[in-house]
């Protein structure tokens, strides 16, 4: 079974920064993805982050070059560093693990307000 505990989220004026984590069960890492996706209210869930087991990274157009996923699998953690963060940044936010199977975190809330 896989488990997934993200942390970091808060509330940030435009243009801040965060960073969340996600603490995963070793298992998650025999798996083909990890990433982060988050869903704003009113709005479908979208991935924003991916990182294949070989290290391999893709990004949505609308954080490319803001945000950068990484993982360490001696800690068992999954991380996103946001930067320059938009009032359009505003969601909950949750980590993602699958292939095979699907497995998800309960997510944080990230806020950008002035």
Request: glycine fraction near 12%; include cysteine.
């Amino acid at each position: 079974q896989v488990q997934l505990v993200e942390s970091g989220g808060g509330l940030v004026h435009p243009g801040g920064s965060l960073n969340l984590s996600c603490e995963t069960s070793p298992s998650a890492f025999s798996l083909n993805y990890m990433g982060w996706a988050r869903q704003a209210p009113g709005k479908d869930r979208e991935l924003v982050a991916q990182i294949s087991r070989g290290g391999h990274v893709r990004y949505a157009d609308s954080v490319d070059g803001r945000f950068t996923i990484s993982k360490d699998s001696a800690r068992n953690t999954v991380d996103l560093q946001m930067n320059n963060l938009k009032s359009e940044d505003t969601a909950r936010y949750y980590c993602d693990v699958w292939g095979p199977g699907q497995y998800w975190g309960s997510g944080v809330q990230v806020t950008v307000s002035a």
